[in-house]
């Protein structure tokens, strides 16, 4: 049986997905968190096999979460499983170390089917993003604006686009404030603009928020 650790902020995805699997033969959710911080208290406790964990998480950012776990706990499978697009995220959480990226929009069979491919070792991406990833579309202006970017950056965009300040994306990715500092200009020079109000815009055009 595989033991799997529901994490979303919204009540109704963590009693979804845990009645989902209430009579599944190969499947149980031994339990849910609301945020990024429980999940650590959770798996010291408890052991799991797989994570299905959102992006957008209180406290500790999903992409966060999942690189400190990584560290402490190798074998353990994480599956990112969120709203944000797919073409944005995907190569980003798997380069962060998740075993997959599954979009909202999926059936429950697709979800089942991606826990059972990360559990064997194998990594799961929609048929359409691995395509994604063999294919470089030079007429996709949102996949060369994205590939340009590092994991770091993309999370720096993000939490800069949430209305962050540099001292609180320091305080989350637990990285000095100077650095951001130096990855917000980075942004800056990849997306080519000269200011905050253009970088969110470029990120809104990108999907990122």
């Known amino acids: 049986m595989i033991k799997v650790l529901v994490v979303d902020?919204?009540?109704?995805?963590?009693?979804g997905i845990t009645l989902l699997f209430e009579k599944d033969p190969d499947i149980e959710v031994?339990?849910?968190?609301?945020?990024?911080?429980?999940?650590?208290?959770?798996?010291?406790?408890?052991?799991?096999?797989?994570?299905?964990?959102e992006i957008d998480l209180p406290e500790l950012n999903g992409i966060t979460a999942l690189r400190a776990?990584?560290?402490?706990?190798?074998?353990?499978?994480v599956i990112m499983f969120s709203h944000q697009p797919e073409e944005i995220y995907a190569i980003s959480t798997i380069r962060a170390g998740a075993a997959g990226y599954l979009?909202?929009?999926?059936?429950?069979?697709?979800?089942?089917?991606?826990?059972?491919?990360?559990?064997?070792?194998?990594?799961?991406l929609s048929e359409v993003m691995a395509k994604h990833l063999n294919y470089d579309d030079t007429r996709n202006k949102k996949s060369k604006l994205y590939k340009r970017l590092s994991t770091r950056e993309v999370e720096v965009l993000k939490l800069l686009s949430s209305g962050k300040k540099n001292k609180e994306i320091a305080l989350e990715l637990d990285i000095n404030e100077k650095t951001v500092s130096t990855y917000k200009a980075r942004l800056f020079?990849?997306?080519?603009?000269?200011?905050?109000?253009?970088?969110?815009?470029?990120?809104?055009?990108?999907?990122?928020?």
Not at 30 to 53: H, N, W
């Open 189 to 209: 020079k990849k997306l080519n603009v000269s200011n905050l109000v253009d970088l969110i815009h470029q990120a809104e055009h990108m999907g990122t928020i």
């Open 30 to 53: 031994v339990g849910t968190v609301a945020t990024g911080i429980e999940i650590f208290e959770f798996i010291r406790r408890y052991p799991i096999d797989v994570i299905i964990s």
């Open 103 to 124: 979009s909202k929009t999926a059936d429950t069979a697709t979800l089942k089917e991606a826990i059972l491919k990360v559990y064997n070792g194998e990594i799961y």
């Open 69 to 77: 776990i990584k560290k402490e706990n190798t074998e353990l499978k």
């Open 9 to 15: 902020y919204h009540p109704i995805v963590r009693e």
